[in-house]
């Protein structure tokens, strides 16, 4: 199957003008429903939407490719946008989208259609043919230099795919292993790039792709024996039981895209540490050279990103009761007092209580697939009650965000640990493990387990509120600092989120302070570079300067990854100004007592703020502290 079989005239589109990401998403997913290929416009964007939860689907140097392999779609199908403008799309190199392709796969199919979309993926490597593609003066051009392209690198060899990379005499000096989580595009683009850069470096690269069809290119054992490292660019499991004894670099799937020569490097330089497989599974059940924290750190991020939707609308609405309800009337009802107040508080009390639930079971999902989804969601809820042995209902315990974190880890094991034990039935049992077997005994033991830890998890968190209630002034100011400033250190990274993750927690806990000086060091970075670029403009070129004046109005929405771009260029200078401006912020926050019930927004819900002005204060001092000491480190663009 061509690529152009699968690309239709209607759902091409040149010229696209799109505000963001989400917009982008809409749009193609209408041209994907006009091309014909979908049953459940809907559903197949919530597949889009699950994928990009995962991380975004952008692979820079201004290409995306999200895709989605779901029920919703009725037969295989791409949709293709060019927006010569460029959209954010969260890309790792902060780089704008300017060709986006969307893939829709079908479940349950013959997947002859997966090599045609493998090799869009691999010809958008190019960057000769991605910049004609954006040239392109109408969708008939668009079509034949993609119809051309494809013909010229598979004509020859059109049932083969194979590497480009040179052998050396005794087999490849290092071997890769690519995997995405669906397995269509991001697959095979780090398979080709890892091999071009091999080729231009003179050391022999093979790449086996792990895709939605299965494993292409597998490596051989003679090859892995004589091979002098192996790269690991996979976001999924792998099969890791064959390297046991050989230099491993573990990377994700994205830096296998934007950082392959780098790991090529690290894989022949002799020090990567030697990977020892214990031997406890075989296929993709645990990625021990991933590193235990790296491994916890994904499983965490897929439940909070789940998660956040749930935090920012129902904290966004009930921060809203607040502002609309009379507190003279009832002190003691303030946020319920009005029947508008009431109708918010109650709305946003129900998304915001979902949190716990949803946060366990997608860490649980993580782990373990979809049979982890509903163990997980039980572990949440029994963690949220509070539940104990010796009063079921709950309610005396206050368990929180952290049992529901455990409670998810908890039930993805359990569920991993079920799969083990049921492996041994016949097959014509199979159909009863995902129904029955797994959520009656993962639910009935998460359920003991979570209910067994509540009070001990529950006394550190009550522990941990006192402590920060009973906090004076100085050290108020201290944690201020600390949260505020880790909101710069990777702006979006791990240091980030465990910053405002522990903000979101001590929310639900009543600790309003502590999310106030979290979203005010995180808008900080994006105004602190916004003023830099427009008052000391000899530091900055041309473009950097107009990206400076996007970055207001991404600073005034807390949104810290504005910041990302100028920090990548010049990260010495950049990320330590930052630093210092968002600890500024986030300790002046709390010496000015100001309060955040909404856990996003920034400016826009400024009017629910407790101290407004000073909140306002704290935020500017913080972004000119950054800026001056932006401008006191970089020097001007004519002195380099």
Known sequence: MKITELLKKESVELGVKVSDKEAAIDRLVGLMDAGGRLNDKAGYKEGILSREALGSTAVGDGIAIPHAKTAAVKEPGLAAIVVPEGVDYEAFDGSPAHLIFMIAAPEGEADVHLEALSRLSTLLMDPDFKDDLIKAGSKEEFLRLIDDKESERYQKKPAEKTSDAPKATNGYRVLAVTACPTGIAHTFMAAENLEKLGKKMGIPVKA????????????????????????????????????DGKRVVMATVSEGIQKGEELIKRAVSGETPVYHHSGAVSQGEGNEQEGIGHSVYKHLMNGVSHMLPFVIGGGILIALAFLFDDYSIDPSNFGKNTPLAAYLKTIGEQAFGMMLPVLAGYIAMSIADRPGLAVGFVGGLVAKMGATFANPAGGNVNSGFLGALLAGFIGGYIVLMLKRAFRRLPKSLEGIKPVLLYPLIGILLVSVVTTFINPFVGAINDGLTSLLNGMGGTSKIILGVVVGGMMSVDMGGPVNKAAYVFGTAQLAEGNFDIMAAVMAGGMVPPIAIALCTTFFKKKFTDKERQSGLVNYIMGLSFISEGAIPFAAADPIRVIPSCMIGSAVAGGLSMAFGCTLRAPHGGIFVLPTIGNPFGYLLAIIIGSAVGCVVLAALKKNIQAE
Not at 215 to 241: H, P, Q, R
Request: glycine share 12%; no cysteine; net charge negative.
């Open 208 to 243: 086996e792709t792990n895709g939605a069809e299965g494993v292409g290119n597998a490596l051989t054992k003679a090859e892995i024996a004589s091979a002098d490292g192996i790269v690991i660019a996979a976001d999924k499991n792998v099969d890791m039981a064959r390297f």
